[in-house]
C-alpha cells in the first residue's frame, strides 16, 4: 500500500522555524514529483512548494527565501524548511506525489497520485 506520513507540524511563534516530514512507501519515490501544499480555513488548496525528480525546486511567491523543499531519495523522505514563520503561514500542510515530469502539470489537486495525512502548523504568539 501507498502510504504517505506527514508529521513535523506543530505550534511556533512568529519568527520561528519548523522542518516538516513526509515519508513515503510502497512506490517508487525517487520517480515522482512532489509538492507541499497547505490549506487555511476559508480558504482553498495552496500549492507552497514542488521538487521534481530531478530536484528541481520552485515555490508560491510567498514562500521564497523562508521555505526550502529537499528530498532524500534514500530514505524516500521529502521535507520542508521553514523559517520566518508568520501567522499566515498557519494551515493543515500536505504532502503529495505526481508521476509527472513536467512541472507546469502541477498544480491542480487531480495532478496527484498520492496525499499524505497533513500536518497541522499553527504560528501565534
Known amino acids: 500500500d501507498v502510504q504517505l506520513q506527514a508529521s513535523g507540524g506543530g505550534l511556533v511563534q512568529p519568527g520561528g522555524s519548523l522542518r516538516l516530514s513526509c515519508a513515503a512507501s510502497?512506490?517508487?519515490?525517487?520517480?515522482?514529483?512532489m509538492s507541499w501544499l497547505r490549506q487555511t480555513q476559508g480558504k482553498g488548496l495552496e500549492r507552497v512548494a514542488d521538487?521534481?525528480?530531478?530536484?528541481?525546486?520552485a515555490y508560491v511567491d510567498s514562500a521564497k527565501g523562508r521555505f526550502t523543499i529537499s528530498r532524500d531519495n534514500t530514505k524516500s523522505t521529502l521535507y520542508l524548511q521553514m523559517n520566518s514563520l508568520q501567522p499566515e503561514d498557519t494551515a493543515v500542510y500536505y504532502c503529495?506525489?505526481?508521476?509527472?515530469?513536467?512541472?507546469?502539470?502541477?498544480?491542480?489537486?487531480?495532478?496527484?497520485?498520492?496525499w499524505g495525512q497533513g500536518t497541522e502548523v499553527t504560528v501565534s504568539s
Open positions: 510502497g512506490y517508487a519515490f525517487k520517480n515522482f514529483a
Open positions: 521538487i521534481m525528480n530531478d530536484d528541481k525546486t
Open positions: 503529495a506525489a505526481s508521476r509527472t515530469v513536467i512541472h507546469s502539470n502541477l498544480g491542480v489537486p487531480s495532478s496527484y497520485d498520492y
